[in-house]
């Protein structure tokens, strides 16, 4: 392989490709980076981890072609750290050379036929999905979804589209975030995604300025995210996921219409002072939100104006839950549904119905 490319430009593909390489794996090849010419004019990166693999192609100067593994980490490490000029990268021997300016370094390569293969998705459907509102709905919802991999579906977010709507769902078993917006749509699907995939996923959009759109495709087993010149593969979560339908509340005898920035601010300043559960106690009265808590250490009280339909009641909340749910939104005003104060209360915009966060309480003495 003798290939030339901009500095700039195979270090900005790097840090993409880079989010696939594990952390920790037993298996010396995932370590690497595959690096492929595809045509006289472009080379593709992959890094993979086995559960995700991303490829990036970009443009360079192909003298002879040919396939490559570097070490992810000294050869991402090496091209950062060179100068903005043309970098000339020559294989030969199982030795990778890199010339950039008088810079010269050389490079143990590993054997290419040893890189696992990404299989191509045999597609079923496909849909072309906006970025800006991707990002925000994986935002409002990958929160929610459990950080421990022993549950399995439920370290996944639901993405369901249905009459002409986008739906996603994460819960823990403590809260449940639902979040739905309107698309240009009349499938009809339902797949389980890690939510730690989709939050990479949602770096590499933010990274990728020059598409405002871009295309999912999945079948029963994976799905692939085109943006641009970078697709990612993953594999979809197995199982079937909760009825969440079932678990939204019916009724509510309390409606609260609080400031969301207020809101914050207050349980924040509450929480400096909880206990180890983060417990804080809102008590509903008379149009008064007063927040509390209390620890060995002291105690905090304070109240803030809203809005309230019905009797009221006094609830505890693991302050953290709150906050995650207030803070996955940009409204200046929220409506909280409150039932009893062992029963979950429902966190919704003041108008329609473009998210939903559920929350348990936490039982008060």
Same mark, same amino acid.
């Given at each position: 392989? #003798?290939?030339?490319?901009?500095?700039?430009?195979?270090?900005k593909?790097?840090?993409?490709v880079? #989010?696939a390489?594990?952390?920790?794996?037993?298996?010396?090849i995932?370590? %690497?980076?595959?690096?492929?010419?595809?045509s006289?004019?472009?080379?593709?990166?992959?890094a993979?981890?086995?559960?995700i693999?991303i490829?990036?192609?970009?443009?360079?100067?192909?003298?002879?072609?040919?396939?490559?593994?570097?070490?992810?980490?000294?050869?991402?490490?090496?091209?950062? #750290?060179?100068?903005?000029?043309?970098?000339?990268?020559?294989?030969?021997?199982?030795?990778?050379?890199?010339?950039?300016?008088?810079?010269?370094?050389?490079?143990?390569?590993?054997p290419?036929?040893?890189?696992?293969?990404?299989?191509?998705?045999e597609e079923?459907?496909?849909?072309?999905?906006n970025?800006?509102t991707?990002k925000?709905?994986?935002?409002?919802?990958?929160?929610a979804?459990?950080?421990?991999?022993?549950?399995?579906?439920?370290?996944?977010?639901l993405?369901?589209t249905?009459e002409?709507?986008?739906?996603?769902?994460?819960?823990?078993?403590?809260?449940m975030?639902?979040?739905?917006?309107?698309i240009?749509?009349?499938q009809?699907?339902?797949?389980?995604i890690?939510?730690r995939?989709?939050?990479?996923?949602?770096?590499?959009?933010?990274?990728?300025?020059?598409?405002?759109?871009?295309?999912?495709?999945?079948?029963?087993?994976?799905?692939?995210?085109?943006?641009?010149?970078?697709?990612?593969?993953s594999?979809l979560?197995?199982?079937?996921?909760i009825?969440?339908?079932e678990?939204?509340?019916?009724?509510?005898?309390n409606?609260?219409?609080?400031d969301?920035?207020?809101?914050?601010?207050?349980?924040e300043?509450?929480?400096?002072?909880?206990?180890?559960n983060?417990?804080?106690?809102?008590?509903?009265?008379?149009?008064?939100?007063?927040?509390?808590?209390?620890?060995?250490? %002291?105690?905090?009280?304070?109240?803030?104006?809203?809005l309230?339909?019905?009797? %009221?009641?006094?609830? %505890?909340?693991?302050?953290?839950?709150?906050?995650d749910?207030?803070?996955?939104?940009?409204?200046?005003?929220?409506?909280?549904?409150?039932n009893?104060?062992?029963?979950?209360?429902?966190?919704?915009?003041?108008?329609?119905?473009?998210?939903?966060?559920?929350?348990?309480p936490?039982?008060?003495?």
């Amino acid at each position: 392989m #003798k290939i030339t490319c901009s500095q700039k430009t195979l270090n900005k593909a790097l840090n993409t490709v880079f #989010k696939a390489v594990p952390t920790r794996t037993t298996i010396p090849i995932l370590r %690497g980076i595959l690096l492929e010419t595809t045509s006289d004019h472009t080379l593709k990166m992959t890094a993979t981890d086995s559960e995700i693999s991303i490829e990036k192609e970009i443009e360079c100067q192909v003298q002879e072609p040919g396939k490559i593994v570097v070490s992810s980490r000294l050869f991402t490490d090496m091209i950062k #750290k060179l100068p903005d000029d043309d970098i000339m990268i020559v294989e030969e021997d199982g030795v990778v050379a890199i010339r950039c300016r008088s810079y010269n370094s050389e490079i143990v390569s590993l054997p290419a036929d040893e890189f696992p293969d990404i299989s191509e998705v045999e597609e079923i459907e496909r849909i072309v999905f906006n970025k800006e509102t991707f990002k925000r709905m994986v935002r409002r919802t990958a929160f929610a979804a459990s950080m421990d991999e022993s549950r399995g579906i439920l370290t996944g977010i639901l993405i369901e589209t249905k009459e002409g709507v986008l739906t996603m769902v994460a819960l823990d078993g403590f809260r449940m975030s639902i979040v739905r917006e309107v698309i240009e749509t009349d499938q009809e699907i339902s797949i389980v995604i890690s939510a730690r995939i989709l939050n990479e996923i949602t770096k590499i959009l933010t990274d990728e300025e020059e598409e405002d759109d871009f295309v999912m495709i999945f079948d029963n087993k994976k799905t692939v995210f085109i943006i641009g010149t970078t697709k990612i593969t993953s594999r979809l979560l197995e199982g079937n996921y909760i009825n969440y339908k079932e678990i939204i509340p019916k009724i509510h005898n309390n409606a609260v219409i609080a400031d969301k920035n207020e809101m914050v601010d207050v349980i924040e300043r509450a929480s400096l002072i909880s206990n180890k559960n983060n417990l804080i106690r809102l008590l509903f009265q008379e149009d008064k939100l007063v927040i509390s808590s209390r620890s060995e250490e %002291g105690n905090i009280r304070e109240e803030m104006d809203v809005l309230i339909e019905g009797d %009221g009641l006094e609830i %505890g909340f693991n302050s953290k839950y709150v906050l995650d749910a207030l803070k996955a939104v940009d409204d200046e005003k929220i409506l909280l549904e409150l039932n009893t104060n062992v029963t979950p209360c429902m966190v919704k915009p003041e108008d329609g119905n473009s998210f939903e966060f559920l929350i348990l309480p936490v039982r008060i003495s």
